[in-house]
Structure formats: structure tokens, C-alpha cells
């Protein structure tokens, strides 16, 4: 295994030594490197069946106070429409606006759309920068609240979260029936099977539904390469 810097000595073919990732390029045979930064992420290419799915879970309960998205995300590029997880047809959509803002709401059982409003522009949001992003929408009145933090870590729970302002929700269909009780699908890199999602690399995802009763997580830095459902 090589490592970024190393140089390579000739073996007697007459040419210089190569160094491994070189800036500079003094010779010709300088190999890229693609060295391993310990950063483990699943890519997306926003193109249809693109995604990483789990069925079968569990369905929430739809009493649940809210539903909480928290996403570590490194998005390709900006001005492009990144539905970065989802339920599939249960309609639970999350992502980023060509507006550069967040987007976050629920479809109801009588498909009725609950939330859907959007934050203001994310501050300081680069392409292929990696940035912390959260929505919650509220059972009692589809009210919306959204966070976004550019802390490296990779703890979720080591992140120091800065709130946005919001555009007004859509507050019908809340109560009883504002999530589909067959929302049993966990989707990371789009929102539904049959759409294109989002454009760039997922650190991590998780799906509360309310208040840590209700936990699916997608998280490739710690080696869970699928849903986990907390809530059984």
C-alpha cells in the first residue's frame, strides 16, 4: 500500500522516482492517488434507481409528535433539486431547493400534504463541501423548524445546530391521519424508487419519529450500511 507523498524509486528503467499524488507533476509518471481519507459515504449520481432502500420496517405510529430529519451531505452542485431521503410512495420528502433551501413535508393518509415549507437559503452551503442539515414538521399543526451546522465532526450528536427561518407551512391534514401508516420504506439518495434524487455523497442519515421513540439511521461512517429500525 502506498501513501500520498511517497516516492517510488525506478526500477532501473532509466526513469525518474514517482511521487505518489504529486502537485506538481516534475515527471511524467506521477501517479494520481486516490488515497483513503477515512471518510466512508455512499455517492449518488441523481439519475433514477440510483438509491439505497430498506422495506419491511416498521410502520410509525402515526401519533407521533413530529418527524426529525439530520443528514451529513456533500452536495455535487448548487441550483439543482436534491430529494435526499424519503419513504417511497408514503410520501416522507426531504432535500435541497434549486433555491439552495430546505425542503421538508409529509403526505398524509388522505393524501394531504403536511409542512412544505421551505427554509431561507442555507448560509455558506458549497458544492462538494460537506455541511449537517435538519428539518422537523409537527403532527399538532405542521409547523416547520430547519438547522444546519458546518462542523466536521461526524457525530451527530457532537453538532452545534444554527436555526433558519422558515416560509409558511401547509397546515391541513394534520391530526389523526398526517402520515401514511404504511410508511414501512427507509430510502437514502431519493424520496421515492421512481424519481432522480440528489446529486453528491451521503455521511449520514436518520429519520426520528417523535421524540427517539422511532429511529431509522443510515450510517456508512460506522460501518450501518442500511436502515436500522429502533423502533421494534
Do not use: C
Request: proline share 3%; glycine share 12%; no cysteine.
Amino acid at each position: 500500500m502506498v501513501q500520498d507523498g511517497q516516492t517510488i524509486p525506478n526500477d532501473g528503467s532509466g526513469h525518474d522516482p514517482a511521487i505518489v499524488g504529486s502537485a506538481i507533476l516534475t515527471t511524467t509518471n506521477d501517479p494520481t492517488a486516490l488515497i483513503y481519507k477515512d471518510k466512508k459515504f455512499v455517492w449518488f449520481p441523481g439519475s433514477v434507481g440510483n438509491h439505497v432502500s430498506n422495506t419491511g420496517l416498521t410502520s410509525p405510529d402515526v401519533a407521533s409528535t413530529h418527524i426529525e430529519i439530520t443528514v451529513k451531505v456533500s452536495l455535487d452542485t448548487l441550483g439543482y433539486a436534491h430529494y435526499i431521503t424519503g419513504t417511497d410512495s408514503t410520501y416522507i420528502v426531504f432535500g435541497v431547493t434549486t433555491s439552495n433551501e430546505m425542503e421538508f413535508s409529509s403526505y398524509s393518509a388522505n393524501a394531504i400534504r403536511v409542512g412544505g415549507g421551505v427554509s431561507a437559503a442555507i448560509p455558506g452551503v458549497t458544492a462538494g463541501v460537506p455541511i449537517w442539515l435538519k428539518g422537523r414538521v409537527a403532527r399538532a399543526n405542521g409547523a416547520l423548524e430547519y438547522w444546519y451546522s458546518h462542523d466536521t465532526t461526524d457525530d451527530v450528536d457532537a453538532v452545534t445546530w444554527t436555526s433558519l427561518a422558515v416560509a409558511g407551512a401547509i397546515t391541513t391534514g394534520t391530526g389523526a391521519n398526517w402520515i401514511s401508516a404504511n410508511s414501512d420504506s427507509f430510502l437514502i439518495g431519493t424520496w421515492t424508487s421512481g424519481a432522480a434524487g440528489m446529486k453528491g455523497k451521503v455521511f449520514y442519515v436518520r429519520q426520528n419519529w417523535g421524540n427517539g421513540a422511532h429511529i431509522r439511521i443510515f450510517d456508512p461512517q460506522n460501518d450501518i450500511g442500511s436502515a436500522v429500525d429502533a423502533g421494534q
